[in-house]
């Protein structure tokens, strides 16, 4: 089994910055790190950064030019660098990975922007 723990979340001011970190264990041979979404109430999960074919990373319009997604795979952890959070950018962020044949989830950290 795979488990997969984020960390990071916290409440910012508007402009401020905060880096997520999500950290696998378990049987994590065959798995891969791949990409970071967000939920808030009521609306579906949303993809915010991924990794894509090849290692190139791929972003939603909304958080260009201001988060980086990385990863360290001698780690088993995943990072979420978010800088000049918006108010628009309070969810709970999610990481993800998978498998050949299986997609893993976290349990989520709150990102919370105060204006």
């Known amino acids: 089994q795979v488990r997969l723990v984020e960390s990071g979340g916290g409440l910012v001011q508007a402009g401020g910055s905060l880096s997520l970190a999500c950290v696998a264990s378990g049987n994590t041979g065959n798995i891969e790190l791949r990409a970071w979404y967000r939920q808030t109430p009521g609306e579906p999960r949303e993809l915010v950064a991924q990794?894509?074919?090849?290692?190139?990373?791929n972003y939603a319009d909304s958080v260009k030019g201001r988060f980086t997604i990385a990863r360290d795979n001698a780690k088993n952890t995943m990072y979420l660098r978010m800088n000049d959070l918006k108010a628009e950018d309070a969810a709970s962020y999610f990481c993800?990975?998978?498998?050949?044949?299986?997609?893993?989830w976290g349990q989520g950290t709150q990102v919370t922007v105060s204006s």
């Open positions: 993800q990975a998978a498998s050949l044949t299986q997609i893993y």
């Open positions: 990794f894509t074919n090849g290692g190139t990373t």
